[in-house]
């Protein structure tokens, strides 16, 4: 599914989509300039605009002493 980003924060952005009815409460976001991609979670919809709030993944476990 294609969408626009209309703003974007470090907490999460602002975007638009043809038919909000068809996005998950959950999903991946993934932006082709940059290649950077964002675990999301819908924070709220306005017509055909939706509100996502940014989830961290959890990081893989490290042994002590390694980072």
């Known amino acids: 599914m294609s969408c626009m980003?209309?703003?974007i924060s470090v907490e999460g952005a602002a975007i638009d989509v043809e038919n909000p009815a068809?996005?998950?409460p959950h999903f991946r976001l993934v932006m082709a300039k940059g290649s950077s991609v964002r675990e999301?979670?819908?924070?709220?919809?306005?017509?055909?605009?939706i509100g996502v709030t940014f989830v961290e993944t959890p990081q893989a476990h490290q042994p002590d002493g390694e980072k």
């Open 22 to 24: 068809f996005v998950p």
């Open 40 to 49: 999301c979670r819908i924070a709220w919809i306005q017509q055909k605009r």
């Open 5 to 7: 980003v209309r703003n």
